[in-house]
């Protein structure tokens, strides 16, 4: 088994000859897209449920949008990676990118000819993030390609980095977009995004794949199924696999219970503006962990970070469920938040590193099928019902149980390994 100083020492002398990110052309087209892409769909995360109360004054469609971002992943999940394994991945996306421009830019077009409706507003939120799910269904595998395995946890950390900051860049957008313009019409910063997003992937140029022999190219049921061994077949993959999806569980309860927390847990009320922090906090500690992954890979296996990781993520949830002092829990906030991206980001690393290139779509948009899809809303509604039923720190305390259970997974595993020896266990 390789020692951690001759990993440092292989990893050092790979990055004394690579070139920085930066001077390669294709991840730099690449990062502006999802960039620009990132800073519109901020927007519209805040625009649409918006739009949506004011067409249907409906709390179940506000919701129902709100979701949109998950609820493709459950449905097409498993048929999006199969294509983006058997199309050329950039052409995809560009495609994806053109449609879902086409989608936003109606809302406006309609909202200018009064014949915007309640229903259209829905189907363009579930039509443009089931386009977003090809497109990450490509970007799954054009990143190793773009970057070469050897940069794949830097890169991440600078895309997911970046997407952090857009994120909280584009929600504050949003509220001033809103009171300029009338919200229908603020869809369109994210149709022109999309328009954007489309050109830079168009100019990241490919990378030839070697000579290798045509292969008989299997039907599509068996090509969903081959991406599904694989991932099964894979014991570490397989574990992180359900470690990320007890994450995003613990994710979607913080997220979906915060305003009630804020109020019944910290006494922050209506309007006050201290709520815009604790959201704030979650999502600037995600800048902190893209920061933080490349360092600590440099030093671990993807397998001993989540060792690390997840514990101390289960400690910051009980500071921050078992505290009544709103600054506390901004900061545990906000450090919970670096450990919790640390921990998402590893495992799709990790993922891209180990997994060939024709299984990328397949194996990682299942991945984010059953953590994203799965676990985001299952973590809300179980939050949600629990703190109906028994009260709000009970219901923030589900994030914190299953944090602390995936910590207890990945140390099970781990103490196993070490009484059996060396296996497949370890990355």
């Not at 190219?217 to 397989?238: D, Q, T, Y």
């Not at 019944?264 to 704030?280: E, K, S, V």
């Amino acid at each position: 088994m390789t020692s951690s100083a001759e990993k440092q020492t292989v990893a050092d002398s790979e990055n004394s000859t690579r070139p920085p990110l930066g001077k390669l052309r294709g991840f730099r087209f690449f990062f502006l897209s999802r960039t620009i892409s990132g800073l519109g769909s901020a927007v519209t995360t805040v625009v649409l449920p918006v739009l949506t109360y004011q067409q249907t004054h409906s709390p179940l469609l506000v919701s129902l949008v709100a979701a949109a971002g998950t609820i493709p992943y459950l449905l097409f999940g498993l048929v999006a990676g199969a294509v983006a394994d058997r199309v050329d991945r950039r052409r995809l996306m560009v495609a994806a990118d053109v449609l879902g421009a086409a989608a936003l830019a109606s809302i406006p077009l309609a909202a200018a000819l009064d014949s915007l409706t309640g229903a259209q507003v829905i189907v363009v939120a579930l039509l443009s993030s089931s386009l977003a799910l090809f497109f990450d269904a490509g970007v799954y595998g054009l990143v190793p390609e773009v970057v070469g395995k050897e940069n794949i946890a830097q890169a991440n950390g600078l895309i997911y980095g970046a997407e952090s900051i857009v994120r909280i860049t584009g929600t504050a957008l949003a509220g001033g977009l809103m009171v300029l313009l009338d919200p229908a019409d603020a869809v369109m910063v994210d149709a022109v995004s999309f328009l954007a997003s489309a050109l830079f992937i168009r100019a990241v140029a490919r990378r030839p794949h070697g000579d290798a022999p045509a292969a008989r190219r299997p039907g599509f049921k068996e090509s969903v199924a081959e991406g599904l061994r694989f991932l099964w077949g894979h014991p570490v993959l397989r574990t992180m696999t359900v470690v990320g999806t007890l994450q995003s569980f613990a994710g979607g309860a913080i997220v979906g219970q915060m305003v009630v927390f804020a109020d019944r847990g910290l006494g922050i009320h209506g309007t006050d503006a201290r709520i815009g922090f604790l959201y704030t906090a979650w999502s600037a500690g995600g800048i902190g962990g893209s920061l933080l992954l490349p360092r600590l890979r440099r030093r671990l296996d993807a397998f001993r970070i989540l060792l690390v990781a997840l514990p101390i993520g289960a400690v910051l949830g009980l500071v921050v469920v078992l505290g009544n002092d709103w600054r506390v829990a901004v900061v545990a906030l906000a450090v919970w938040g670096s450990a919790y991206l640390v921990v998402l980001v590893n495992t799709m690393t990790y993922s891209q590193e180990v997994t060939p290139a024709e299984l990328q779509g397949r194996v990682n948009t299942t991945r984010r099928m059953l953590s994203s899809g799965l676990g985001v809303p299952l973590g809300a509604l179980v939050a949600s019902t629990v703190t109906v039923r028994f009260g709000i720190h009970a219901g923030m305390s589900t994030a914190v149980a299953s944090v602390a259970l995936a910590a207890a997974l990945v140390w099970s595993v781990h103490v196993r390994q070490l009484v059996r020896g060396p296996s497949q266990v370890r990355a």
